[in-house]
């Protein structure tokens, strides 16, 4: 679709009130303690965003200040600093990684490349034959443990055979980065990239004096009746260059922002057009194919050609989305170890979608006047939306995973009527949405193709009596 930055900055602040409330109803279905969410346009938060609680154990409230360990979306971060690396000059991307990691030299890995290990090209076992620091059976490595694994088990395929994803591969790349600079990953990186931003909640590992800001993370949920168990948070040693960086939703924006073309604060735009070019192909069982840059995963998604990464957390999972060419990142944090972070984040996209698409100009009503026609509406076989996304009237089912692909576009008949759009499908089309309402101006009743809904938590108290025999 064709919108400026500007635009899409105004629909998502007008869109930003029902992108929240679609948030918090799937929050609460998926049984999530809590999620993060942020939305940037150009320079602009239109959305910043906090649901649920921190800790079941407490019951704090979760806040936008709450930071989250965000697991391999250190990846970026260290093929940033990398690249910055190799914009001075100071290594190649086709140097072999025993020329930084001399405990390589003479391995079946000596002569695997900077840019491999990158890309996830170098045939790296992923974690280890013993990785049960992953569920916290034993710390994670430190220097001499890393080394010892990519030593003894490091190569399971040939170089460039197939994309293999690996942990060890990019903790390797944090060794190179400290024979380079003469300090420690962390405090280059904090130096690097973290500092240049301004991100004061965002860092490169678990830093105990901060113990206090993050928000707990837990367990998942093995079957219906399971509760949910706090899961401490550690240091993940030699592996942060892998998995070590914790960060709020809205700094993952501002260093999402970061990888726009023109913004130099961090890399030219050469090296960011190399860090997103598609380094690797990942298809497997006749699916269509994925792909990974340098340090950056990459999806097509309708018309958006979006880059990012995920996190897998012991308790937290992550995921950002970057459109560079849009100037729109979205970062949804949940902290539960099965957080659907990335379908609320695609979903936050869909509807943010749905909202560019309708027409600038249709001669509708004013918005105020639509506002009242909004809501979430229950009956017996779920729950509806009437929401308001770029100025029109929208009838959604925000239980369904993919929120924006089923939507009728509702207009208005008169003060107590909105029709649905004619078109093919199994709903109600054509037919109308009559509105019932309360002394206070309030929708009491939605009848919408023939059936009665009411508000969420009228129905809530009435569906016991409903279904009474």
């Known amino acids: 679709m064709s919108t400026t930055p500007e635009r899409t900055a105004e629909v998502a602040a007008a869109a930003a ?8 109803h799937q929050r609460r279905r998926s049984r999530v303690p809590g999620v993060q969410a942020a939305v940037r346009v150009g320079d602009r938060l239109v959305l910043d965003a906090a649901l649920g609680i921190a800790d079941v154990t407490t019951g704090e409230p979760l806040t936008t200040g709450h930071l989250f360990r965000i697991a391999s979306h250190s990846k970026t971060f260290t093929a940033t600093a990398v690249l910055q690396l190799v914009e001075a ?18 391995s079946a890995l000596a002569g695997v490349t900077v840019r491999e290990l990158l890309g996830h090209q170098g045939g790296v076992v992923r974690d280890g034959r013993d990785n049960d620091h992953w569920q916290l059976l034993h710390p994670f490595p430190d220097e001499a443990g890393l080394t010892g694994i990519a030593v003894t088990d490091g190569a399971v395929l040939e170089r460039n055979e197939h994309f293999k994803y690996s942990n060890i591969g990019y903790s390797l790349l944090g060794l190179a980065i400290e024979a380079v600079t003469g300090t420690s990953y962390g405090e280059h990186v904090q130096a690097a990239v973290v ?7 965002t860092g490169p ?18 079957d219906g009746d399971d509760a949910r168990l706090t899961i401490p948070h550690v240091d993940t040693r030699a592996m942060a260059a892998a998995t070590g960086f914790f960060s709020t939703a809205r700094d993952l924006t501002s260093y999402g922002a ?28 006749g699916n269509d194919p994925r792909y990974y840059g340098l340090g950056l995963d990459l999806r097509t998604v309708g018309e958006r050609e979006l880059i990012g990464h995920s996190g897998g957390y012991p308790g937290h999972i992550t995921r950002t989305w970057i459109d560079p060419e849009a100037q729109l990142v979205v970062s949804v944090l949940t902290n539960a170890i099965d957080g659907p972070a990335d379908a609320l984040a695609r979903g936050l996209l869909a509807l943010l979608d749905l909202a560019l698409a309708a027409p600038e100009d249709a001669g509708r009503p004013p918005a105020a006047d639509l506002q009242r026609f909004t809501g979430r509406f229950a009956n017996l076989w779920g729950v509806t939306d009437v929401a308001l996304l770029g100025g029109r009237l929208v009838l959604l089912h925000p239980s369904a995973p993919e929120p924006a692909e089923e939507y009728s576009e509702l207009t208005v008949e008169d003060a107590d009527t909105l029709r649905l759009e004619t078109m ?43 279904v009474a025999g």
């Open 17 to 24: 009130p029902y992108l929240e409330s679609w948030l918090e």
């Open 195 to 201: 500092d240049p931003l301004g991100l004061t909640d």
């Open 205 to 222: 590992e678990w830093d105990p004096a901060r113990a206090a800001e993050h928000a707990a993370g837990h367990t998942g949920l093995l």
């Open 258 to 285: 970061a990888h726009f073309p023109g913004d130099t604060t961090l890399l030219s735009d050469g090296s960011k057009r190399l860090m997103r070019r598609r380094e690797s192909e990942i298809r497997a069982h």
């Open 424 to 466: 093919a499908g199994f709903g109600s089309a054509g037919e109308t949405v009559h509105y019932e309402w309360s002394a206070d101006g309030a929708a009491e009743c939605v009848r919408a193709g023939g059936i009665s809904s009411w508000p969420l938590e009228v129905f809530r108290t009435r569906r016991t009596g409903q």
């Open 89 to 106: 000059g100071r290594l190649r991307l086709d140097d072999p990684i025993a020329a930084f990691v001399p405990a390589l030299a003479g």
